[in-house]
């Protein structure tokens, strides 16, 4: 972990990574990480929403230090943001999971680690020293997820991240075109697009296929089923994950008001308002437009994450404004990956820190816990204060 990371140099924005990410992989995993449901048009509408919300420039304030620590479940983070949970990420490049383990070491900030993760949790556990989250979903067979918990038990687990929005997967084209599958299919088409991108092909046969190595290394044999359904995931089903996880419990993919509640009262100590980054219910709402909802029916105090359509430091400062305690981010850390590797997304983190502090000072405040729904600069989203 003490190797030197030389930020990338080809990399200016996000545009760029995404741009560059484009043509250094294959178009199957390109188009897995950069995909939503149906038409997508649910993924632009997270970015457009978050865009539409303008903030109130403050001037003659000494700006000069600022903080961007934050604490959430009473540990004290460099950051306000952290890695959200991505299922097979060494498909972006080999690695990807050691490179994100490091960033979360490096600037003091958690990962929270798939169910369907390349990497073992005990494995991500030891590479990020112990900052590891857990994201589990709840599939037919709940011994496996029991499994789950009870390895999380004893490696040191904390904070498990129950995602609850995908009780049925909704229709992605891009992947029913590609023939994105897991297991993988090689047919014809899929080795064309591996032959034309040699440097990615050669580098992951080197390193090795990725395999959802959670279910690889599972006492009772379990086998990742991508399309397997969740339908039968309920309010008792949440029950029971409570009953049996004494740690930190978040419950993700909430997007509804009374549903919040329920989730509260049934005693989980987080929600993390999200509609998967679009990948889910194409006609949904913006993440973003639920979130104040959602925090004036739990009141200033129950802890809020939120994801879905963040692409900058500016778009975090806009999450914390409408009520987040604590923010994650997935696709624009895949689009570095797949840029340039460890040196893309050393810049990519580098460009969000900037933004984040620059954006912090020039709404006229020092440290990002003073933030609140005063720095909105629209009378309409003024009168959704919290």
């Known amino acids: 972990m003490s190797e030197k990371i030389i930020p990338s140099k080809k990399i200016h924005s996000l545009e760029d990574a995404r741009n560059l990410s484009k043509k ?6 390109f188009d897995f990480v950069d995909g939503a449901s149906g038409d997508e048009k649910l993924c ?7 865009d539409q919300i303008r903030l109130e420039p403050r ?41 994100l383990a490091k960033e979360s070491i490096i600037n003091n900030i958690p990962t929270c680690v798939s169910m369907a993760s390349t990497t073992s949790l005990e494995k991500m556990y030891e590479f990020t020293e112990g900052r590891s989250w857990l994201q589990l979903y709840i599939f037919q067979d709940e011994k496996f997820v029991m499994e789950l918990l009870d390895r999380a038990k004893k490696t040191g687990y904390k904070t498990l991240v129950l995602t609850v929005d995908v009780p049925i997967q909704f229709r992605r084209a891009k992947d029913d075109k590609n023939g994105f599958t897991v297991p993988f299919k090689i047919g014809p088409k899929q080795f064309f697009d591996f032959a034309t991108h040699p440097n990615w092909s050669i580098s992951t046969l080197l390193y090795g296929i990725p395999k959802p190595m959670n279910y690889e290394t599972s006492k009772g044999g379990n086998k990742f089923v991508r399309s397997e359904s969740r339908g039968s995931t309920d309010w008792e089903t949440l029950k029971r994950i409570r009953n049996a996880w004494k740690g930190n419990l978040v419950v993700k993919g909430v997007m509804s008001q009374d549903d919040s509640l329920k989730i509260k009262d049934i005693g989980a100590d987080a929600i993390q308002v999200s509609n998967h980054g679009g990948r889910q219910l194409e006609s949904a709402t913006s993440a973003i437009n639920a979130l104040p909802l959602i925090r ?9 994450i939120f994801d879905s359509g963040i692409r900058s430091g500016g778009d975090i400062i806009r999450a914390l404004a409408f009520g987040a305690d604590y923010v994650m981010i997935g696709r624009p850390l895949m689009y570095a990956i797949g840029a340039d590797g460890a040196q893309g997304l050393r810049k990519i983190i580098e460009i969000i820190k900037g933004e984040l502090s620059t954006t912090l000072g020039l709404v006229g405040l020092t ?20």
């Open 24 to 29: 250094r992989l294959p178009k199957m995993f």
């Open 44 to 50: 632009e509408l997270n970015s457009t929403a978050l």
């Open 367 to 386: 440290d990002i816990n003073e933030i609140t729904s005063e720095i909105i600069a629209q009378k309409f989203f003024k009168d959704m204060k919290y």
């Open 59 to 99: 001037v003659l304030r000494n700006v000069e230090k600022r903080n961007l620590s934050k604490k959430f479940f009473g540990v004290n983070y460099d950051l306000p943001f952290g890695f959200a949970p991505m299922g097979m990420c060494n498909l972006t490049w080999p690695g990807a999971d050691k490179m």
């Open 296 to 304: 004036k029916a739990l009141g200033p105090e129950f802890p809020l």
